[in-house]
């Protein structure tokens, strides 16, 4: 119902930015949160950053104050501004859809963008 494309992943050095991108297609209405994940090898996904349809922001503490999520619901896409960026950042990234028709939820999962940071 819900498709999404991630985009923007690529290689930097530590100390520079990136800026993923994601972008969704299909069913969108009700989505209730836009979330980006990340997870890296041998570790469990974590939740990087989320924004609701009202605009409120998360962000796990390891990224506050570094990255940026935004959002774009005239072109139906979502952002990750990543600044700062430090090797432990590099990780795949997932953009996730949360769905809501209650009472029942969905989660729609993007491919997924590698983002390696040297040192």
């Known amino acids: 119902q819900v498709q999404l494309v991630e985009s923007g992943g690529g290689l930097v050095q530590a100390g520079g930015s990136l800026r993923l991108s994601c972008a969704a297609s299909g069913s969108i209405s009700n989505i209730n949160a836009m979330v980006w994940y990340r997870q890296a090898p041998g570790k469990q996904r974590d939740m990087v950053a989320s924004i609701s349809i009202g605009g409120s922001t998360n962000y796990a503490d390891s990224v506050k104050g570094r990255f940026t999520i935004s959002r774009d619901n005239v072109k139906n896409m979502v952002y990750l501004q990543m600044n700062s960026l430090k090797p432990e950042d590099t990780a795949v990234y997932y953009c996730?859809?949360?769905?809501?028709?209650?009472?029942?939820?969905?989660?729609?999962w993007g491919q997924g963008t590698q983002v390696t940071v040297s040192s």
């Open positions: 996730n859809a949360h769905k809501v028709v209650v009472p029942v939820s969905y989660d729609y």
